[in-house]
């Protein structure tokens, strides 16, 4: 009975490292624009495409090739959109984002979510990451700059301070009191 019980268990043991093309729990076949140029490195410097998907809960990209086995470990990978070159609907070049939808992006959060809403119904994971990523930026730009300019009236009022410290130095006659040295 032991016999059968350790074969039994080498079998399930033998099967879970074969590879498989079943679905894994959590994720999706990556078509239909959720992820379409994400390549997994492999051996020997070659990618593949990334055939199953999940986005995890920080935006990051779960990707499993297409022949896995349980035990695989997942590519964890950022996404930003990619551009489309190929919309045969448009004609001429790409003009730059109009001020309406800058407005948006940056604007109150009922504004910005409504974009997000409206980029994730596309499907595509790396316009709403390239969308996050662009109101993130935003905000570290004004926090940024908004410590500059505090800064900058700090390095004002420390050569405010010390003109005025030169002026009381100059007042108490100290080239004449240490003119000696």
Same mark, same amino acid.
């Given at each position: 009975?032991?016999?059968? %019980?350790?074969?039994?268990?080498?079998? +399930?043991?033998?099967?879970?490292?074969?590879?498989?093309?079943?679905?894994?729990?959590?994720?999706?076949?990556?078509?239909? /624009?959720? =992820?379409?140029?994400?390549?997994?490195? #492999?051996?020997? /410097?070659?990618?593949?495409?990334?055939?199953?998907?999940?986005?995890?809960?920080?935006?990051? +990209?779960?990707?499993?090739?297409?022949?896995?086995?349980?035990?695989? %470990?997942?590519?964890?990978?950022? +996404?930003? =959109?990619?551009?489309?070159?190929?919309? %045969?609907?448009?004609?001429?070049?790409?003009?730059?984002?109009?001020?309406?939808?800058? !407005?948006?992006?940056?604007?109150?959060?009922?504004?910005?979510? %409504?974009?997000?809403?409206?980029?994730?119904? !596309?499907?595509?994971? #790396?316009? =709403?990451?390239?969308?996050?990523?662009?109101?993130?930026?935003?905000? =570290?730009?004004?926090?940024?700059?908004?410590?500059?300019?505090?800064?900058?009236?700090?390095?004002?009022? +420390?050569?405010?301070?010390?003109?005025?410290?030169?002026?009381?130095?100059?007042?108490?006659?100290?080239?004449?009191?240490? #003119?000696?040295?």
């Amino acid at each position: 009975m032991e016999q059968k %019980e350790f074969l039994e268990a080498c079998l +399930v043991n033998y099967l879970a490292q074969l590879p498989c093309e079943l679905q894994p729990e959590g994720y999706l076949l990556n078509r239909d /624009g959720c =992820t379409p140029y994400l390549m997994i490195p #492999g051996a020997n /410097g070659y990618y593949q495409l990334a055939y199953w998907v999940k986005q995890l809960p920080d935006g990051h +990209v779960a990707a499993l090739p297409k022949e896995h086995s349980p035990n695989s %470990e997942p590519f964890i990978s950022e +996404v930003f =959109t990619s551009p489309n070159y190929l919309d %045969e609907d448009e004609d001429g070049p790409c003009l730059g984002m109009g001020n309406w939808l800058l !407005e948006l992006l940056k604007g109150p959060a009922a504004n910005y979510s %409504e974009v997000v809403c409206k980029a994730k119904k !596309e499907g595509d994971w #790396g316009l =709403t990451m390239e969308i996050n990523c662009f109101h993130e930026l935003k905000h =570290t730009h004004n926090d940024l700059r908004h410590h500059s300019n505090l800064l900058y009236s700090q390095i004002v009022g +420390v050569r405010e301070a010390q003109q005025m410290s030169q002026w009381r130095l100059e007042q108490a006659w100290l080239e004449r009191r240490v #003119g000696h040295l």
